[in-house]
């Protein structure tokens, strides 16, 4: 993987930035067939548009990110079941709407529903 500083005009500061290596194969292109770009300093405020450092939509950084286990500091986590494994663990909120499971990588629809006693709970479905 090779790491880059590039200046993200969305947040207004250097971010960094790993092309991933991609399979064992080469390409026409300068990012080879299956590699990808990442942002090592994604967050939530990301995930709505576009990226303006790579283009990529903001959520699909998001997911690249998670998937990539680079830097799970950057997700705020809700604890919650997961749909697609059906662990209950620390989902990494990627925006208002979605989570990724660490464990399996299902990305969850969820929201948090208040309880009578003024406590929260996440809940994730279809």
């Not at 947040?11 to 770009?37: M, S, Y």
């Not at 830097?71 to 986590?77: G, L, M, P, S, Y």
């Not at 969820?110 to 996440?122: G, H, K, M, N, S």
Request: aromatic share 4%.
């Amino acid at each position: 993987m090779k790491t880059e500083i590039a200046y993200c005009s969305g947040c207004g500061h250097e971010v960094r930035l790993v092309f991933t290596d991609p399979p064992a194969r080469d390409g026409q292109a300068n990012l080879r067939e299956g590699a990808e770009v990442v942002c090592l300093d994604f967050h939530e405020e990301c995930a709505g548009g576009k990226c303006p450092t790579t283009g990529t939509s903001g959520i699909v950084m998001g997911v690249r990110l998670a998937r990539s286990h680079l830097n799970d500091e950057a997700f705020r986590t809700i604890h919650a079941r997961c749909d697609g494994c059906g662990e209950i663990t620390d989902l990494e909120v990627l925006d208002d709407t979605f989570a990724i499971c660490p464990l399996c990588e299902t990305t969850n629809r969820w929201v948090l529903l208040r309880l009578p006693d003024d406590t929260d709970i996440a809940v994730t479905g279809k």
